[in-house]
């Protein structure tokens, strides 16, 4: 009953920009911390971003911080990723994460290329 949808993934070129959404229904959205990680081809899946249910506590990884920025609108039920100063080791399948659920969204591609 949990769902996450994930969206806003697409082609950019290095140095480009990019928002993901992911829309969060199935439970109380803003009493949970939420995550987003990423996974590129024969790679594990990174935790990249967490966000506390009150936008308090935040923290990123270390190969994303200073360009990556998590939000949240609790009003809307959906948590942000904003993707600046993209790279090409960026290019990943990005997903988010409600971890009081256990819960994964599908996923959405982000590709870097030129």
């Known amino acids: 009953q949990v769902q996450l949808v994930e969206s806003g993934g697409g082609l950019v070129q290095p140095g480009g920009s990019l928002t993901l959404s992911c829309a969060a229904s199935?439970?109380?959205?803003?009493?949970?911390?939420m995550a987003w990680y990423r996974q590129a081809p024969g790679k594990e899946r990174e935790l990249i971003a967490a966000?506390?249910?009150?936008?308090?506590?935040?923290n990123y990884a270390d190969s994303v911080k200073g360009r990556f920025t998590i939000s949240r609108d609790n009003a809307k039920s959906t948590v942000y990723l904003q993707l600046n100063s993209l790279k090409p080791e960026d290019t990943a399948v990005y997903y988010c994460?409600?971890?009081?659920?256990?819960?994964w969204g599908q996923g959405t591609q982000v590709t870097v290329s030129s």
């Open positions: 994460k409600a971890p009081i659920a256990g819960a």
């Open positions: 199935g439970f109380t959205f803003s009493s949970y911390a």
């Open positions: 966000i506390t249910s009150g936008s308090g506590i935040i």
